[in-house]
């Protein structure tokens, strides 16, 4: 498995753009790349996955450089709402989903 | 309707006890996974069952024995229980034989496990 680097944490403000960037140097070539996001007292919830160039669904978008070294996913005129641990975890699709620290962002009024 | 549920949501119990972890998915999932969030927050996989076959099982004490009656449920026994136990465990689903990345996980709400 790709071992991945990302801040232990963020701060932000109502309204602003995102954006975490994950690094994984060693990701190999099977392999996926997916953030997840959790809230106090609950479980990890899937946000966005991809493999190269981006991907963009109605939470996130994911922006991958052709080297597929590192990812930045990118969040929108986060809310307070957002407030939340993220995750990225990179494997290939026999991979298990083994979590790292994540980062924990705070966005502030 | 919840899709992954798991019950108790909060457990208390003393050292020594013998406790159980319940889960039930809804979403007709194949596979089904226990994870433990420690203190430090980390996420960790313990096992996960496709079609109640034990696919993944990680350096778990022998005290941890998941239980897999039918595809939609994954229960978790726990013998002799220690303090270092004490945990928040997560089920977790999802489609398919997949672990992960070929499917997204869903996960449940979490057991917080204390332990006296």
């Known amino acids: 498995l790709a071992k991945t680097t990302q801040p232990i944490s963020m701060d932000s403000y109502e309204g602003q753009e995102v954006n975490i960037t994950c690094s994984h140097n060693?990701?190999?070539?099977?392999?996926?790349i997916t953030w997840y996001q959790q809230f106090p007292s609950q479980g990890p919830r899937f946000i966005i996955q991809?493999?190269?160039t981006k991907v963009t669904n109605e939470v996130a978008s994911l922006f991958i450089p052709a080297d597929r070294k590192s990812s930045t996913l990118s969040l929108p005129r986060v809310s307070l709402s957002d407030t939340a641990v993220y995750y990225c975890?990179?494997?290939?699709?026999?991979?298990?989903?083994?979590f790292g620290a994540g980062t924990r962002l705070t966005v502030k009024p | 309707d919840t899709a992954v549920s798991q019950t108790p949501k909060y457990l208390v119990t003393q050292m020594g006890n013998d406790k159980s972890i319940k889960c039930e998915q809804n979403l007709g999932h194949d596979t089904m996974y226990w994870y433990k969030q420690d203190s430090k927050k980390f996420l960790k996989i313990m096992f996960s069952?496709?079609?109640?076959?034990?696919?993944i099982n990680e350096t778990v004490p022998n005290r941890f024995s998941p239980k897999s009656p039918d595809k939609a449920h994954l229960n978790l026994h726990i013998n002799s229980l220690e303090l270092g136990d004490s945990a928040v465990y997560f089920c977790?689903?999802?489609?398919?034989?997949?672990?992960?990345?070929?499917?997204?996980?869903?996960f449940g709400n979490g057991t917080r496990l204390t332990v006296t």
């Open positions: 060693n990701i190999a070539t099977n392999d996926y």
């Open positions: 975890l990179v494997g290939d699709l026999d991979n298990d989903m083994r």
């Open positions: 977790a689903s999802s489609q398919g034989r997949g672990r992960g990345f070929n499917s997204p996980l869903h």
């Open positions: 069952y496709n079609n109640k076959e034990l696919i």
């Open positions: 991809g493999y190269k």
